[in-house]
């Protein structure tokens, strides 16, 4: 499952929502904002997103990671808006009977959102602002 | 057309209509938006192009109520 969100996000209800009673392991991932880049202190960021086009791509990641692993549950849930240092952008929770499929499962999900999930990330510095190109992140 | 990131900051809109001839493709919308909006092709250079929330090509053709959008590189996550 796949939601956006302007709210901060709550760790707790994205494992609640990938509990299920077959699990033997739970791979939780907090994506955070890293207080600078490239050596270059970052005031705060902006996240922005095409909603719809968004939700398309993530229903095929999930449906690309049920085929290659034996995950039970899968919540992906990504925040909007303008965010300071320290805030969770991304939460992504799999469950499985087994840690393998989910360590997998889950590492795959922000690889595939980091390549083809239309969100852009706008960093703001001291001296100015940049739309961050994701080979550098 | 559905603009984000450096395309909504450079035309200044969410979204924008146009009127193409019948079977034009996405080559000929890049034409009009470079006729309309100086600067914009470094952006359009660098992105990815979306037809009703597909990735496509240059080339596609499109249809009457299709929605456009340019994806520049994407830094979710």
Redesign the interface.
Known sequence: MFTLTDQALSIDAAYQAVRDPATGATVVFLGTVRNQTNGNPVDHLEYEVYDSMATGQMEKIEAEVRSKWNIRQVYTIHRTGPMDIGDISVIIAVSSPHRGDAYAACRHIIERIKQDVPIWKKEFFEDGAVWVDSCKC | M?Y???F?ELTHKADETFDLPAAANVAALVQILQDKYEGIDRYITMSRI?VN???RDMQDTLADGDEV?F???????
């Open positions: 559905r984000f990131a450096q909504r979306a929330q597909e990735f959008a994806v520049p590189p994407v830094s979710g996550g």
